[in-house]
């Protein structure tokens, strides 16, 4: 069993305080070094804008200053990890986001004012009206529902998640079947997203019976979830089990067997890079972008490997 020990850990950490912002420097130190979450909480304030929105640049692929719904949901997961969700901000950014909500009672992913702005590639906006999209509505209303936090569009948005989660069996058909490996990726990140509303939806029978059929399809062989484990990683962009089932509570672990998990984690201990940071499976389109993912990355990366026990710390640390 691989771990990654004090050396290991101190390289990382030093990679975040080279290549992190703010944020991500008192992440770290909230995550392993006792530092305050409230700290955290303070560092996010400057990113929400008067709109009750995030933007500035809070999610690296989109670096203007407006709101963006994905620029929420990257706040959102934040205040999950410090456990602040009943700060005000998300009252301001569930307001905001109710402005948003379209026809099918989902938020758009990608807002028609992107494209004045520097962006990634791939933060493409619909054309004419913009539809409700998992990514991030799923990840936002799943965060909701942990936290106890509720919003009068929040019932509407609920059921759309439903409705999507469970097209989404055919969807995955559809696109394998015409081998277009685009749709399949995109299907990936909004499946990641749909199994954090799983993970917290009121309906477990229902959640777990949903999270079930998406596994049996995302699994197919030829798909985009890598189950072999490989040194070094693999070539172009595919998703590993971990990303799907980065804790052992989370319904997606029941899709993979131990012996499988294990040797993901030997692998992820393995993908530390020289300079003590993760890579991401992705191009970087800009360097500033890509140093920011990279510490994010680093981030998420160590925290899989400590809710496995893969973290060969003092418990000081930690």
């Given amino acids: 069993m691989r771990e990654v020990d004090l050396a290991a850990f101190e390289a990382a950490e030093r990679f975040v305080w080279l290549s992190g912002r703010l944020l991500e420097r008192l992440r770290f130190a909230r995550l392993f070094r006792g530092g305050e979450g409230a700290r955290v909480v303070q560092a996010l304030r400057p990113y929400q804008n008067a709109d009750g929105g995030f933007g500035e640049a809070i999610e690296p692929d989109f670096r203007g200053p407006v709101s963006q719904p994905l ?29 948003l909500v379209a026809a099918d009672g989902g938020i758009p992913n990608v807002l028609s004012d992107v494209p004045r702005y520097p962006h990634a590639p791939w933060w493409a906006p ?20 942990k936290h106890g936090v509720t919003a009068p569009w929040v019932a509407r948005a609920t059921a759309f998640c439903w409705e999507a989660i469970e097209a989404m069996p055919g969807r995955v058909a559809a696109a394998a079947a015409a081998k277009e490996r685009v749709p399949l990726l995109q299907i990936a990140y909004e499946s990641r997203a749909a199994l954090v509303f799983l993970d917290h939806a009121p309906e ?99 925290k899989v490997l400590a809710a496995h026990g893969r973290l060969k710390v003092p418990a000081a640390i930690r």
Avoid: K, N
Avoid at 75 to 94: C, F, I, K, Y
Avoid at 136 to 145: K, W
Avoid at 254 to 266: G, Q, V
């Fill in 204 to 302: 477990r029978a229902r959640a777990a019976q949903a999270a079930q059929r998406l596994g049996e399809v995302l699994l197919e062989p030829g798909g985009i979830v890598a189950l072999e484990a490989q040194a070094g990683g693999h070539a172009g962009e595919v998703m590993m089990p971990l990303e799907f089932a980065p804790h052992p509570g989370c319904l997606a672990r029941r899709w993979f067997d131990e012996r499988l998990i294990e040797a993901h984690l030997d692998a992820l201990v393995g993908e530390q890079a020289e300079d003590g940071g993760w890579t991401v499976g992705w191009a970087a389109w800009t360097p500033a972008a890509g140093l920011e993912w990279r510490a994010i990355q680093t981030l998420e990366r160590l």
């Fill in 71 to 99: 620029c929420v949901e990257a706040a959102l997961r934040v205040l999950d990890e410090v456990g602040s969700l009943q700060d005000p901000m998300v009252e301001a950014a569930l307001g905001y986001l109710g402005g």
């Fill in 126 to 145: 619909a054309e004419g009206v913009l539809p409700g999209c998992l990514l991030p509505t799923a990840s936002l209303v799943g965060l909701l529902h």
